[in-house]
């Protein structure tokens, strides 16, 4: 969706007059200038907020990037630990399955694959396995201008691993960690011809373990494979496919039950679950991609890319709700769910980026055209007859009858089309002042076919949707600057007004000020920004009115939430064998009547992890550690028994990490990492439908072997 050319510009030595123009290049080994192998915990330059290839402190708003370095340190083994370990995310087990993410207040709904958007289902790609990605990177605030619709709350962008050995070479691991966890894990590079232009990159990782969790086991099987091949000095052609299985059984859904029919509260074993013994929740995740770039003699970077995403999600669930009596256990109720769904989205996106000199100076330039189709649904089948009553909960087992279904039917089906021109300027001003301005014109549109869930097929359609970016950078001295923005988003909806038209998009408009550094020759990056972000066009009930020719009550715009709110941040290396992360979250959010939003999610966050490598006699001896704290979540509900409204959320809590790791030789190394190492017991999870939730993992051990070669 972005050229990616992220070699550093070099600086300019030349007068204004004749001012030489800084280097762009297509990678070559390096397609997406990999963290991996740079014991990093930072990263030069990035493109996921503009598509312009900016530092970190030339980009006008809030990032993140979780290095390969860092992934490798803290076994953050799926998507979701590594947003966990980035600040200003939070990450709430809904169930086993699902994941609630959320950063300034909303959800996040924007993710991407090497720069190019791709949509989730619901079990989403944050439960993916980070053995394939070098790096995750996270832009928070409006994404519009890349990501067309969505939330003003993150961009998350998964960059994949490439082949760029020209040698033979690779990694072989082995895990063995709490609750029976095996994984295996091979990464291998090799030239494909003589030369090494043609090259390729095979990963594939599979385990299976328990849960902490009664009942529960999964297994996993992840493949990726990549050929990365130079069709001459100027062009670069990548092609791949991803594959990942997890198989689980006996997996908890929805949650536990919050509240005695006494009014007062359940504090169950962390084991305990609703699962039965028959429950699964199998998904089949399949990518495949093709990304050709090519430079021209004039510096620009053309980019092509086309990937297909598709999901299986095939479940049998039992869903249980209600609040048990505390002596008999009884009072429970359950509904079983066959739930099937099948996303697919075709993304084809062109780019052209590049150098160019206006008035003397050096500018760059992005432009680039997108177009997606994502087709969705969902089928299930409904339980014949009456239910048998759900026995002590107190006790409970999983051996609980599998009931007898109905036939299979459609509970929706639709397809989403979007289609995007955007561009992005790097405006250099002065030696001190540049701007970033761009733009995005979307077209986008919603065809929904008659289903049991949908009454009848409808359309909605949104043309020529502007959405604008802004952003100046000041430098206040060679390391520091100085900077503002403007980023902007819509989300389409489906409420109707009086006059049986659909509402305007949500729209959700984001500003941020800020001071960015780069220290010790870019190795360390800090920043620390104030930010807020409004919604409008939020659907309120149209008392008294209808939608013309239906009983559904009609609804009008209104003014939606506000968040406020200010991050500060350091990460990369502050010396050559300490590496660091450091982060802090504090923001309100409330709707216009001043009422608490997104209450399953603490208001503040502290986030730090930190390794240090010894030198001389104990060489090779890593120790690291961290923290992960958060504050009180403000989420309440009504007692059943009193009917009184009640502080429901978690308070607030610390989660302490550890590792050691020792390098026997450059090529063998054993580690231990420890999370929740004082084995702190608290609910994870959101609270939501009738107040079940989850609980958070316990203290884990995991050991990791690993040979390289």
């Known amino acids: 969706m972005h050229s990616q050319a992220e070699d550093q510009p070099q600086p300019d030595t030349a007068t204004a007059a004749d001012e030489v123009l800084p280097q762009v290049v297509v990678q070559g080994a390096s397609l997406t200038g990999a963290t991996e192998g ?24 809030s990032v993140s990037i979780v290095t390969r370095q860092r992934i490798e340190d803290q076994a953050m083994i799926t998507v979701a630990d590594a947003l966990g370990g980035t600040i200003g995310i939070s990450v709430k087990p809904v169930d086993r399955g699902r994941n609630q993410l959320s950063a300034r207040g909303f959800d996040i709904t924007n993710f991407q694959f090497d720069g190019i958007p791709m949509a989730t289902g619901n079990i989403g790609i944050e439960t993916g396995n980070t053995a394939m990605y070098d790096r995750i990177e996270v832009v928070r605030g409006a994404t519009g201008l890349l990501g067309g619709a969505g939330d003003p709350s993150a961009a998350v962008n998964l960059v994949r691993k490439h082949a760029d050995s020209k040698v033979f070479t690779g990694s072989v691991s082995a895990q063995l960690g709490s609750w029976k966890q095996r994984t295996g894990t091979v990464d291998l590079s090799t030239p494909l011809n003589q030369d090494g232009s ?44 991803s594959d990942q299985r997890d198989e689980r059984n006996g997996v908890l859904w929805a949650g536990l039950p919050y509240w005695y029919t006494d009014g007062s509260r359940t504090d169950w074993d962390t084991a305990k679950t609703t699962a039965t013994r028959w429950n699964q929740w199998d998904t089949h995740e399949q990518t495949a991609f093709i990304n050709l770039q090519h430079t021209l003699a004039n510096r620009w970077t053309l980019r092509a890319d086309i990937s297909h995403h598709r999901q299986n999600e095939d479940s049998k669930l039992l869903w249980v709700w209600g609040d048990p009596d505390r002596a008999t256990g009884l009072g429970l109720q359950g509904l079983p769910y066959h739930y099937i769904s099948d996303p697919k989205q075709t ?5 052209a980026s590049g150098p160019f000199q206006l008035f003397g100076r050096n500018h760059e330039l992005n432009v680039g055209l997108t177009h997606s189709r994502l087709t969705e649904g969902w089928s299930n089948r409904d339980l014949v007859g009456d239910m048998a009553p759900l026995p002590d909960f107190n006790h409970w087992d999983g051996s609980y009858p599998e009931p007898a279904m109905g ?18 300027a790097r405006l250099q001003f002065t030696d001190a002042l540049k701007a970033i301005v761009g733009g995005r014109v979307s077209n986008w549109q919603r065809d929904e076919e008659a289903a049991a869930w949908t009454a009848s097929a409808y359309q909605i359609d949104h043309k020529r949707v502007f959405t604008p970016y ?41 500003y941020e000020a800020g001071l960015k550094g780069e220290f010790l020759d870019g190795k360390l990056n800090a920043s620390a920004a104030v930010f807020r972000t409004e919604q409008s066009n939020f659907a309120v009930a149209d008392v008294g009115f209808f939608v013309p020719g ?10 939606g939430v506000t968040v406020k709110g200010y991050e500060m941040e350091v990460n990369g290396d502050l010396a050559r064998n300490w590496n660091v992360s450091l982060g802090w979250t504090h923001f309100s959010a409330k709707d216009a009547d001043g009422v608490d939003v997104a209450v399953d999610h603490a208001r503040k966050q502290l986030k730090l992890f930190t390794k240090y490598t010894l030198q001389g006699d104990l060489s090779g001896l890593s120790f690291g550690g961290g923290v992960n704290w958060e504050g009180d979540r403000p989420a309440s509900a009504t007692n059943p028994a009193t009917g009184a409204t009640e502080k429901v959320g978690q308070g607030a809590y610390a989660l302490v990490d550890v ?15 420890v999370s929740n190492l004082t084995d702190k017991k608290y609910r994870s999870g959101s609270y939501w439908w009738g107040a079940p939730y989850t609980y958070g993992q316990p203290r884990k051990v995991l050991l990791t072997m690993d040979y390289r070669f």
């Open 38 to 61: 740079s014991n990093s915990y930072t990263k030069g330059a990035m493109g996921t907020a503009t598509g312009l290839n900016l530092s970190v402190r030339d980009t006008p708003q």
């Open 198 to 241: 043609v090259r390729g990159r095979f990963v594939a990782s599979i385990g299976k373990q328990d849960a902490f969790i009664d009942l529960e086991h999964t297994d996993n099987k992840v493949f990726y494979g990549v050929v990365d091949a130079d069709l001459g000095k100027s062009t670069r052609l990548s092609v791949g496919l």
């Open 470 to 510: 802004a952003g100046l950078v000041y430098d206040l001295a060679p390391q520091t600057s100085a900077y503002a923005s403007y980023t902007d988003q819509f989300k389409p909806q489906t409420n109707r007004d009086r006059n049986g038209a659909y509402l305007d998009p949500l729209e959700g408009k984001s």
């Open 659 to 673: 590792m050691a790791r020792y390098a026997f030789d450059n090529k063998l190394s054993l580690q231990l990492n």
């Open 347 to 351: 993304q084809v996106s062109a780019s």
């Open 550 to 559: 239906t009983t559904n009550p009609a609804f009008r715009t209104a003014q």
């Open 407 to 424: 036939p299979r039917y459609q509970g929706s089906r639709g397809t989403t089309e979007q289609s995007g021109l955007y561009g992005a």
